[in-house]
């Protein structure tokens, strides 16, 4: 019932200042960092992406090099005379803005890359960045398969480790990739697949993601799948691929349509054109358990139905409807977290009240289960336990103290109102008091900022009272 399910990310960053640098007379210059809380350098300012286009060519069996070819679709929020870009590592082969080759390139910082354009790009006019670069990717999130592939998922910087970008979740962008491969090997990415064509001992993979993505959900894995391929009921296609070394569950991929069924009379309508997962078999130490990649999460070596009903809650609240900032994380994953817990309850008749009031009992005394804030918890620990073990908690006593019908509009609601885009904590704070029609204040200072057990008002309302 109240159970730590897989969690799906690692420290995180955010950025909330955009477009920093203001125009002027003289020489005007993007920042290179949004000023983020935690993260001051993650992303750019002076412009803001619409598309990514990623071509990379990549051979298993030259695994430390990687060839990239990435156009990045933006518009200038302020005059540029110069901006950055976020990429880790590479030899810059080359670079053009708008069609022109740049004035200059250079490399400043763990993952800065410095354009100076030939001319001014001008606020509100178009800035297309055509980077060509290769050689080794670096970066925690570049896993290497057991099969011999490899995967590209993490938070907060996956995007950095295999293409240039303004890496904040603030600035988010659809996304297309196109890949090239041996014969052999298959590459599966976010969204739906285009056409695969062959040339010369080699195969060349597309896949289209068309609804704005934050870069950490975007991946790229490369191995010797086994793709099955289905629809749901309303026509939305599945694809479920399997790596080497991994195990295939029929019952769990035939749990899928049910899942999203469940989810989406509880959070609203699925907000993507595709669906599916990506399952690998990776040895490093660092690979996630479990991450929310984009239309298809991706599972280390299987995945069930609580690792499912956990990633694909964050398709509404986390993909669909992204962090302001990385204070935000629970957004994404307190709700995510009960998501567990709702399906327990839908699946095997849980009592969550019950579970609740033994888990507080348990914890009531214990100092340090209540000492980190579920908004802004810290630059050290953005996504603690806290957010999974007590988020959950309180979601489920905002749910007794509103009741069902308010609680699920208020979800609802939500996801609607900010799909395909950006909020923070704070405004689901101030959207739930709205909608419910309560002063929430208190609940909200109580269980999200306060570091300690909430006051018993709070703590057991409606049928949660001991």
Not at 346 to 361: C, M, P, Q
Request: proline share 6%; glycine share 10%.
């Amino acid at each position: 019932m109240w159970k730590k399910l897989v969690t799906t990310a690692v420290v995180v960053s955010t950025g909330i200042a955009l477009n920093a640098a203001p125009a002027s007379a003289g020489f005007s210059a993007g920042s290179d960092g949004l000023g983020d809380p935690y993260f001051p350098q993650d992303g750019n300012g002076g412009y803001q992406v619409s598309n990514y286009d990623v071509k990379v060519g990549f051979d298993p069996a030259k695994p430390e090099f990687l060839a990239g070819d990435t156009t990045v679709n933006a518009i200038a929020t302020q005059d540029l005379d110069r901006f950055n870009l976020d990429l880790e590592g590479f030899e810059i082969a080359s670079v053009t803005v708008n069609g022109v080759p740049a004035k200059a390139f250079s490399r400043a910082g763990a993952h800065e890359l410095v354009i100076t354009p030939k001319n001014r790009v001008h606020k509100g006019s178009k800035l297309d960045v055509r980077v060509v670069y290769h050689g080794k990717p670096v970066g925690p999130s570049w896993h290497k398969l057991t099969g011999g592939g490899v995967s590209v998922t993490g938070e907060p910087h996956s995007a950095t480790a295999w293409y240039p970008l303004n890496d904040h979740p603030s600035d988010k962008a659809t996304f297309h990739l196109t890949a090239t491969v041996p014969d052999g090997w298959t590459v599966i990415g976010n969204g739906l697949p285009g056409p695969t064509t062959e040339r010369n001992g080699q195969k060349t993979f597309r896949w289209n993601e068309d609804r704005p993505m934050v870069s950490y959900a975007s991946t790229m894995a490369i191995d010797k799948f086994t793709v099955h391929t289905t629809k749901l009921a309303d026509g939305t296609p599945v694809v479920n691929a399997y790596g080497q070394g991994t195990s295939i569950i029929p019952d769990s991929e035939g749990q899928l349509p049910e899942i999203l069924g469940f989810l989406s009379s509880k959070y609203g309508k699925y907000p993507f054109s595709s669906t599916g997962s990506i399952v690998v078999s990776s040895s490093d130490a660092n690979v996630i358990g479990a991450l929310e990649t984009q239309t298809r999460p991706t599972y280390q070596g299987a995945f069930f139905d609580v690792s499912a009903v956990h990633e694909l809650t964050h398709q509404w609240f986390g993909d669909s409807v992204s962090f302001s900032d990385w204070r935000d994380g629970c957004l994404a994953e307190c709700f995510a977290q009960y998501a567990g817990q709702l399906w327990d309850e839908y699946k095997f008749g849980a009592n969550l009240d019950e579970s609740y009031r033994a888990i507080v009992a348990e914890n009531k005394d214990t100092a340090p289960f209540w000492d980190v804030t579920l908004y802004d918890p810290g630059k050290d620990q953005p996504l603690p336990p806290a957010i999974y073990d007590r988020g959950a908690l309180m979601l489920h006593a905002l749910r007794r103290t509103v009741g069902d019908d308010k609680f699920f509009g208020i979800l609802q609601g939500w996801t609607k109102q900010h799909q395909y885009g950006n909020a923070s904590w704070p405004d689901f704070e101030t959207f739930a008091g709205q909608r419910s029609g309560q002063n929430l204040t208190g609940f909200f200072q109580a269980w999200a900022h306060g570091t300690t057990i909430p006051a018993e008002q709070y703590l057991y309302p409606g049928t949660l009272k001991p």
